[in-house]
């Protein structure tokens, strides 16, 4: 029987590398794993947010709660995370919404510099927090 | 007369449109740039005249401005942007959304994708621990990138409860630095700055943020 | 003696109908996840259970094993092997269900890509299918090799 486990297991193989190269759909794994607001809203663990937009747009409608930490301002920004953030909390950043690529840079940067594992990118911006049931 | 200007006004709102030689740019910044820069033409290739009306950038880091606002039919022109890098690394996307008057059928976005290079790396720039946990030394490790060698000469700490030990597994190549708090019973903040020989006159510091909570 | 014959006769015509509907629901299942890894990947990060580079490579090669597994039900040589595969991969699933489930997680199972059904009623199926698993094993003779 583990033969046949070893060959089908063996088998699968070949068209997941495939797919790992050329699907068209294939996950990066570079990038950081969206959630939706949703989603978000019913974790019942805590969690810290982080606001990826410029500071004026942070303290005029930030996520209560939220750190900003903007690309732009991090040498500064970073310390008021660092004070905010007890290692194994996952993170959700966030930016305006739409396509902004903001909060996948600063999650990325995150991810990459402190070693942040459960690090997530709020799918649709803060603008889907507000909406989201 | 009246339809006939409706008429001219649905067709000139499909003809109405810029068409952009490379609407994507690849850009490379180097260790040390402060800013990349891209220029994106375009020519008016409808048969009326198209205004650019606003132009909003995906972030504050990046500016994008054409050299006028209104073109001709057929006039071609140049929109400029500017990337201001600041501390990011890494691969950078910022997208340029262009609306014009009349509208374009679909929008304009152009891209700007910047590789900004780093000379060193390092595998982490942060290192924790909890109160009470084992003060066990963090490994950072760093990296010479580019052709040339890089000395790191010296790793010294902010807080004397922070020890900052630095090991050379290659001269100029690769380096380890070992960051220990004495004693995680009470919080720490503190900082290891990492110096090196290059350039001269003006050596590159690299800094470690540590902290006990 | 005309019970037992009555029993095997039954389980004659069970077995095989479970064989070949958890092979094709594997491969619908695995079909589904493979069209789009991309969408699969998120599924499994929202379970907050494995780091991305796991997560990724999961949604890469799951589908493809589920796939497989299922094709493997319908040759006699691979028989055994394509249960024992669908047996773990179902323990697996309902790990991670009921582990979403304590946890609260409001999630979809991403048990045929795209989303798919809560995690409750995606545990439950799970389970189903594993006892059926558990009863195809128990009532067929290992092929001897």
């Known amino acids: ?133 | 007369m009246r339809i006939f200007f409706l008429l001219a006004l649905i067709v000139g709102s499909a003809q109405a449109q810029l068409v952009w030689e490379k609407p994507v740019r690849n850009l490379r910044a180097q260790p040390g740039d402060e800013k990349v820069e891209a220029v994106f033409r375009f020519r008016n290739a409808g048969a009326f005249p198209v205004k650019i009306t606003q132009v909003v950038t995906s972030c504050g880091c990046t500016t994008a401005r054409a050299e006028k606002n209104l073109f001709a039919p057929g006039e071609s022109g140049e929109m400029t942007a500017v990337f201001k890098i600041g501390s990011r690394t890494g691969r950078q996307n910022k997208t340029i959304m262009v609306h014009t008057d009349p509208q374009s059928n679909t929008p304009i976005i152009l891209g700007m994708v910047t590789e900004i290079v780093e000379n060193v790396e390092l595998d982490r720039r942060i290192v924790l621990w909890s109160r009470g946990e084992q003060p066990v030394a963090r490994e950072i490790h760093v990296k010479v990138l580019q052709a040339d060698p890089i000395r790191i000469v010296r790793a010294e700490s902010s807080d004397p409860r922070l020890s900052a030990t630095l090991r050379e597994i290659t001269s100029g190549r690769e380096y380890v630095v070992l960051v220990k708090p004495a004693d995680t019973a009470s919080p720490l903040r503190g900082e290891v700055v990492l110096t090196s020989d290059s350039p001269a006159g003006s050596p590159q510091t690299f800094m470690v943020r540590a902290r006990v909570k | 003696m005309a019970k037992s014959s009555l029993k095997t006769s039954a389980l004659t015509r069970i077995v095989p109908c479970l064989r070949v509907g958890l092979a094709v629901l594997f491969i619908i299942s695995g079909a589904s996840k493979a069209w789009d890894p991309a969408a699969f990947a998120g599924d499994i990060a929202n379970y907050r259970l494995t780091p991305w580079l796991v997560t990724v490579a999961a949604a890469l090669y799951l589908p493809w094993l589920e796939i497989f597994a299922g094709i493997g039900f319908f040759s006699r040589r691979t028989r055994e092997g394509s249960l024992f595969i669908i047996s773990a991969l179902l323990v697996v699933f309902c790990g991670a269900l009921a582990s979403a489930w304590w946890r609260d997680l409001n999630i979809h199972c991403g048990c045929f890509g795209g989303g798919g059904s809560g995690v409750q009623f995606a545990l439950v199926r799970n389970v189903l299918l594993l006892m059926a698993c558990a009863f195809i094993a128990r009532t067929q003779p290992p092929r001897a090799d």
């Not at chain 1, 486990?5 to 699968?12: C, G, I, N, R």
């Not at chain 1, 606001?51 to 991090?74: H, M, Q, T, V």
């Open chain 1, 1 to 133: 029987m583990l033969r046949q486990v070893a060959l089908l297991m063996f088998l699968a193989a070949w068209p997941a590398l495939a797919a790992a190269f050329l699907h068209p759909s294939r996950p990066d794994p570079a990038r950081v794993p969206t959630v939706e607001a949703s989603t978000v809203r019913a974790w019942k663990t805590p969690f810290l947010w982080v606001d990826a937009r410029p500071r004026g747009e942070f303290l005029r409608n930030g996520i209560p709660g939220a750190i900003s930490l903007p690309e732009d301002d991090w040498e500064r920004s970073i310390d008021a995370f660092l004070d905010a953030w007890d290692a194994g909390t996952p993170v959700v950043v966030y930016c305006g919404g739409g396509d902004c690529g903001t909060s996948e840079s600063v999650a990325r940067r995150l991810r990459k510099e402190a070693g942040i594992t459960q690090i997530y990118v709020l799918k649709g911006g803060v603008g889907s927090w507000r909406k989201a049931p």
